[in-house]
Antibody
Framework: QLQLQESGPGLVKPSETLSLTCTVS??????????WGWIRQPPGKGLEWIGS???????YYNPSLKSRVTISVDTSKNQFSLKLSSVTAADTAVYYC????????WGQGTLVTVSS | DIQMTQSPSSLSASVGDRVTITCRAS??????LNWYQQKPGKAPKLLIY???SLQSGVPSRFSGSGSGTDFTLTISSLQPEDFATYYC?????????FGGGTKVEIK
């Protein structure tokens, strides 16, 4: 069964770069035609798509975050990663990694707090 | 970009009530519309995919309809475990967009 697990620091300082990794088990990132992406949810608020990478390597980003976001994939480790630069308190959220092609298959999520 | 407008943002209902939530897309998305249920501290759970197909294991009291720009999620008889927040999501293109959510509370 497919599993996605987020990992990374739970606390990031303002102006620094948030870095998260999603480890995929039960399936190969490179062997199927899916998008692998990141979605976040600030405390008490709704869901916001951050961006995705296609299995071929093409990337797609939310225009509102595009200037600060990089998503990459490491097929040798079956992982994909998120980097969000110049973070502020507004970037405090639960960050989910996900697989999608139509509907979304979610990781469990990880809370990242931006605070000094 | 495709925007999704969901209404109402919250509602109060009683067990046994019929509940309807609507979602409108800013442009046609054919049937590329999914519905999720989210409970506190948990990832969203897929209820309906492709506008009207019931995800395996989801009770039949949940149903979805619509195509193009207007979509509806209906709970035919609200149960205690259905009190949660519901989101629509378009998947017309590689980018995803979610509705703002509808919180279903106990009356």
């Amino acid at each position: 069964q497919l599993q996605l697990q987020e990992s990374g620091p739970g606390l990031v300082k303002p102006s620094e770069t948030l870095s998260l990794t999603c480890t995929v088990s039960g399936g190969s990132i490179s062997s199927s035609s899916y998008y692998w992406g990141w979605i976040r949810q600030p405390p008490g608020k709704g869901l916001e798509w951050i961006g995705s990478i296609y299995y071929s390597g093409s990337t797609y980003y939310n225009p509102s975050l595009k200037s600060r976001v990089t998503i990459s994939v490491d097929t040798s480790k079956n992982q994909f990663s998120l980097k969000l630069s110049s973070v502020t308190a507004a970037d405090t959220a639960v960050y989910y990694c996900a697989r999608h092609l139509g509907d979304v298959y979610w990781g469990q999520g990880t809370l990242v707090t931006v605070s000094s | 970009d495709i925007q999704m407008t969901q209404s109402p943002s919250s509602l109060s209902a009683s067990v046994g009530d019929r509940v309807t939530i609507t979602c409108r897309a800013s442009q046609s998305i054919s049937s590329y519309l999914n519905w999720y249920q989210q409970k506190p501290g948990k990832a969203p759970k897929l209820l309906i995919y492709a506008a009207s197909s019931l995800q395996s294991g989801v009770p039949s009291r949940f149903s979805g309809s619509g195509s193009g720009t207007d979509f509806t999620l209906t709970i035919s008889s609200l149960q205690p475990e259905d009190f949660a927040t519901y989101y629509c999501q378009q998947s017309r293109r590689a980018s995803l967009t979610f509705g703002g959510g509808t919180k279903v509370e106990i009356k």
